[in-house]
């Protein structure tokens, strides 16, 4: 199927702004994780490690999923009419504990119940990246049933699919991975000893859980989907990049580190190896997935949108980004780069 590059442009743009909110959302709800599991764990300061890297930025990260809804229905609105009709439960579900959750981390620094916040925080942080990744198997196929063209998910088949629970397990430990693979980073800026030791030691347990159901994925996706599994195999040397640079992330956390003491591990080297293997894995995935947004019903020519309509919100999309960059830029400065910020003392 031909597909223009106008369509490839704006898929483009959706699955950047995707591969942005996943690889930042992971660390937003998994920081909200750790600070509840090391809270009372005072000596260790991994909380408050966790804390100040939590606070600024789970408003970005919202950012990122607004931009997503916006051009998908922007750019592809025959798709977005029927993810959005199927997707009404579970999508109300998402936006009810996204709510509960920015509701309480607005009041987390002044209410007296901290502890109880903490703790909403941190099971919202594993509960919606699980129900936020069963968009990616409804759009597989097998799970949406057309009535007259009505459109409708099959709740029974979904729940009993191991493919959709292989996704969950795979978004869980992905959120607790990348995560403590960031705040060891931010525990070596800040020179928090145990806090490293601590979160250098859950990266090199959920590393290789999440590589498990990735795999897990892979084998139950031949019997589920067997046309993306098929396409994942032709372009296989990605997914054989993606798995090498997840080894040299693993290397990357036994190497010596001269610069915190005599522990080991270069944690910001294992991170980036990382964030470029989720690129790599999401790519193959996405190159798969073509020409379909919703197999078999919703191809990326059938939903798209007219023409003169995406050159003008693609100029908007621009215009947008040349604005939004320069302060991305400076909260990266402020809140991840300024050591003044990250060693400082919660009170």
């Known amino acids: 199927m031909d597909?223009?590059?106008?369509?490839?442009?704006?898929?483009?743009?959706?699955w950047g702004f995707v591969f942005i909110y996943a690889v930042m959302a992971t660390m937003d709800f998994g920081a909200g994780f750790w600070s509840m599991i090391y809270l009372n764990k005072e000596h260790m300061k991994a909380t408050d490690i966790a804390n100040r890297f939590l606070s600024p930025t789970w408003e970005v990260t919202n950012v990122f999923i607004v931009a997503i809804v916006v051009a998908l229905f922007s750019f592809f609105p025959g798709a977005t009419f029927v993810l959005g009709t199927v997707l009404l439960i579970p999508g109300s579900i998402i936006l009810l504990l996204l709510a509960i959750r920015s509701g309480f981390l607005v009041f987390s620094n002044t209410a007296k119940e901290r502890k109880l916040l903490r703790y909403i925080s941190g099971i919202s942080?594993?509960?919606?990246?699980?129900?936020?990744?069963?968009?990616?198997?409804?759009?597989h196929g097998g799970f949406i049933e057309s009535t007259d063209g009505v459109y409708s998910l099959n709740m029974s088949t979904i729940l009993t699919s191991p493919n959709a629970y292989s996704f969950i397990g795979f978004a869980i430990l992905s959120t607790l991975f990348l995560s403590s693979l960031l705040l060891a980073d931010v525990s070596?800026?800040?020179?928090?000893?145990?806090?490293?030791?601590?979160?250098?030691?859950?990266?090199?347990i959920t590393g290789p859980i999440s590589l498990l159901f990735a795999i897990c994925i892979m084998l139950t996706m031949r019997n589920e989907a067997n046309w993306l599994y098929?396409?994942?195999?032709?372009?296989?040397?990605?997914?054989i990049a993606s798995f090498i640079t997840f080894i040299i992330a693993a290397i990357a956390l036994f190497l010596p580190n001269k610069s915190f003491g005599k522990k080991i591990g270069k944690p910001r080297l294992a991170l980036v190896a990382i964030a470029i293997q989720y690129f790599l894995a999401s790519y193959a995935y996405g190159r798969a997935h073509l020409p379909y947004m919703i197999y078999p019903d919703v191809t990326i020519m059938s939903g798209f949108t007219e023409p003169a309509t995406f050159r003008a919100l693609f100029m908007t999309y621009i215009v947008a980004f040349i604005i939004l960059f320069p302060g991305f830029y400076f909260f990266w400065k402020l809140f991840m780069k300024d050591k003044r910020y990250i060693r400082q003392q919660e009170e």
Do not use: C, H
Request: charged content about 15%.
């Open 3 to 14: 597909i223009s590059t106008d369509a490839l442009i704006a898929i483009s743009i959706i």
């Open 125 to 139: 942080g594993f509960i919606i990246p699980a129900v936020l990744i069963l968009v990616l198997p409804v759009t």
């Open 188 to 204: 070596n800026v800040a020179e928090e000893q145990d806090a490293y030791t601590a979160y250098r030691k859950s990266a090199l």
């Open 230 to 239: 098929t396409g994942m195999m032709n372009d296989f040397s990605w997914i």
